[in-house]
């Protein structure tokens, strides 16, 4: 296995840190039914657990892919036109059309994911975190209550959206756009629709750096730091 970060790797997303922080015990965790929420899962210290290192049974909570940025114009303007046309002929036969557009691109993204599979990922790169089990992304979403602006929330959808892609950001002063990411590396995810940084709102006064760690056909965590 490459210590480099491909497309279609199959990853776990941790917060950064050193060797010693706690940050390290817990992943980022999605699940395939019910709840659209994404959230930090602690787990047990590495090794507290065997070689899965504490990770639950239900693992594939865990599991995310990168995909490259994905295409999404017509995937909105059906969204949209599903809301605001009305239901005599003309607004059927333009939802229709938009309908069949929508599709063709989802099968365009779907030969993106393909041709992009086993491809380096390089710092400046725009990504979608795809959680493997469920294929939803990774999305932003602003937090609004009539006039007020209270910040971003983080959710996943099925839907695919600008809200859903992140630049990859290097934290270290050594590492530049262009430069492939290696697993271990610790990355800011800068949402680019909000030009908002991906965090955790329980470690607010930390930087929001991340990083990934591949994952092995066992599902056993691999460390590469």
Excluded at 17 to 40: H, M, P, Q
Excluded at 155 to 161: E, F, I, L, N, R
């Amino acid at each position: 296995m490459s210590n480099y970060l491909q497309y279609g790797d199959l990853v776990l997303i941790t917060q950064g840190g050193d060797s010693s922080s706690e940050l390290r015990a817990g992943y980022l965790s999605s699940t395939v039914f019910g709840s659209k929420k994404l959230w930090f899962q602690r787990l047990a210290r590495e090794g507290a657990a065997g070689a899965a290192g504490g990770l639950p049974s239900v693992v594939g909570d865990l599991v995310f892919q990168i995909t490259p940025k994905l295409k999404f114009l017509y995937h909105q303007s059906y969204r949209d036109a599903r809301k605001f046309l009305g239901s005599e002929q003309g607004g059927r036969t333009r939802l229709e059309k938009l309908e069949r557009k929508m599709q063709e691109e989802r099968e365009t993204n779907r030969k993106l994911i393909e041709f992009f599979e086993g491809g380096p990922v390089t710092y400046g790169a725009e990504v979608q975190l795809m959680h493997f089990d469920s294929n939803a992304f990774v999305r932003a979403k602003s937090s609004l209550e009539g006039e007020h602006f209270f910040g971003y929330s983080v959710k996943m959808g099925d839907w695919v959206s600008n809200s859903m892609v992140f630049r990859l950001v290097p934290k270290s002063p050594t590492q530049g756009l262009g430069d492939r990411v290696r697993f271990g590396d610790q990355v800011f995810f800068l949402n680019v629709k909000f030009n908002a940084f991906l965090t955790l709102r329980e470690e607010r006064k930390r930087d929001p750096a991340f990083f990934f760690r591949p994952v092995d056909q066992g599902m056993a965590v691999l460390n590469f730091s």
